[in-house]
T-cell receptor, first 113, second 117 residues
Framework: GAGVSQSPSNKVTEKGKDVELRCDPISGHTALYWYRQSLGQGLEFLIYFQGNSAPDKSGLPSDRFSAERTGGSVSTLTIQRTQQEDSAVYLC???????????FGPGTRLTVL | AQKITQTQPGMFVQEKEAVTLDCTYDTSDPSYGLFWYKQPSSGEMIFLIYQGSYDQQNATEGRYSLNFQKARKSANLVISASQLGDSAMYFCAMREGLQGGSEKLVFGKGTKLTVNP
């Protein structure tokens, strides 16, 4: 079956612009996660959605970052007024239930000029 | 203090030999889980193996095994019979509070493994 998909695969934007990154989780997976991977760094947790529960936003680095998940499936990560330090690979993952293994997508590479 | 420490930025191994990638962790929670992921140059994160803090035996998955030493807070990944396709970044990660705790995975900075022919 299809894995986690993300779009776009690459995004180049200018400082100050808004960007939207999309994640399609594995069908039937109720949990969805966003992570950020900066050059030479490990992965940094951003946000977690589980079913209809309130999301865990504790990893969002600033109020310029927001995410939503519509219909319990597709998720969009929005970064407003992008800064150069936002340049990173944004990875989405999903899992079949709380606590289960996460399956990661291929990521979106964001470059802010 | 870092939650997950991977002290080897890079490791080299000859094809068909075994290699151990180190991971130490820091937590006061008695209930936690440890994960290893592989990230090839293509970028996707591939789950390899999982160890729960209460698991009685060390986890194994094919050529991957986890040398779990709870008292030393280490969870080293052992890859047996290395293959050229094993060349990748390897990340250790931890989730604390397995009973109703956070779903957040904390990752180490990774080890780059190169398998030489």
């Amino acid at each position: 079956g299809a894995g986690v998909s993300q779009s776009p695969s690459n995004k180049v934007t200018e400082k100050g612009k808004d960007v939207e990154l999309r994640c399609d989780p594995i069908s039937g997976h109720t949990a969805l996660y966003w992570y950020r991977q900066s050059l030479g760094q490990g992965l940094e947790f951003l946000i977690y959605f589980q079913g209809n529960s309130a999301p865990d936003k504790s990893g969002l680095p600033s109020d310029r970052f927001s995410a939503e998940r519509t219909g319990g499936s597709v998720s969009t990560l929005t970064i407003q007024r992008t800064q150069q330090e936002d340049s990173a690979v944004y990875l989405c993952a999903s899992s079949s239930r709380q606590g289960a293994n996460r399956y990661f997508g291929p990521g979106t590479r964001l470059t802010v000029l | 203090a870092q939650k997950i420490t991977q002290t080897q930025p890079g490791m080299f191994v000859q094809e068909k030999e075994a290699v151990t990638l180190d991971c130490t962790y820091d937590t006061s929670d008695p209930s936690y889980g440890l994960f290893w992921y592989k990230q090839p140059s293509s970028g996707e994160m591939i789950f390899l193996i999982y160890q729960g803090s209460y698991d009685q035996q060390n986890a194994t998955e094919g050529r991957y095994s986890l040398n779990f030493q709870k008292a030393r807070k280490s969870a080293n990944l052992v890859i047996s019979a290395s293959q050229l396709g094993d060349s990748a970044m390897y990340f250790c990660a931890m989730r604390e509070g397995l009973q109703g705790g956070s779903e957040k995975l904390v990752f180490g900075k990774g080890t780059k493994l190169t398998v030489n022919p």
